[in-house]
């Protein structure tokens, strides 16, 4: 008897946790990306992305799903949630360069809600030898 109690216990969280997944409002950004990027130590192809966060809160440590159009790949990244500098931050993802490697590191959904990316081990080797720039790429669609 009690063992059936506790699936039932078991089964009825998994379901509202299930639920409650669905039914989180998630931000999905697609973009056209013209060049080869590195994320979370591993090389995306250039080509159209769609990019999910994977949490439904905007403080914090997040998961967000990098993912070409055509599915060919995908990732999923560590991000951290960060404020958008007054507003003057526009819509996109930002890239630090190093030479002609590319890593991503923030990911902006509007003027205010903002996502970095943690450093990768190649990227920490790059900046250590080099300086870097930023590059940016405007977003296509935002959906929520």
């Known amino acids: 008897m009690k063992k059936q109690i506790a699936v039932a216990v078991a089964l009825m969280a998994a379901t509202i946790t299930a639920r409650a ?4 409002e998630r931000t999905t950004c697609k973009m056209d990306i013209p060049f080869a990027f590195q994320v979370a130590n591993g090389t995306m192809p250039a080509g159209e992305y769609l990019i999910q966060r994977m949490t439904n809160t905007n403080e914090g440590v ?7 159009i055509d599915s060919s790949t995908a990732v999923v990244a560590l991000t951290v949630a960060v404020d958008g500098k007054n507003g003057k931050a526009e819509p996109g993802l930002v890239f630090h360069t190093y030479g002609n490697s590319h890593f ?5 959904t509007s003027q205010d809600q903002g996502q970095q990316l943690l ?4 990227e ?10 930023e590059v940016a790429v405007a977003l296509q669609s935002v959906s929520e």
């Open 21 to 24: 997944q669905c039914n989180a």
């Open 62 to 68: 997040q998961y967000t799903m990098i993912r070409r």
């Open 104 to 108: 991503l590191s923030e990911i902006w």
């Open 119 to 122: 450093l990768c081990n190649r």
């Open 124 to 133: 920490k080797e790059l900046a250590g030898e080099t300086t870097g720039s």
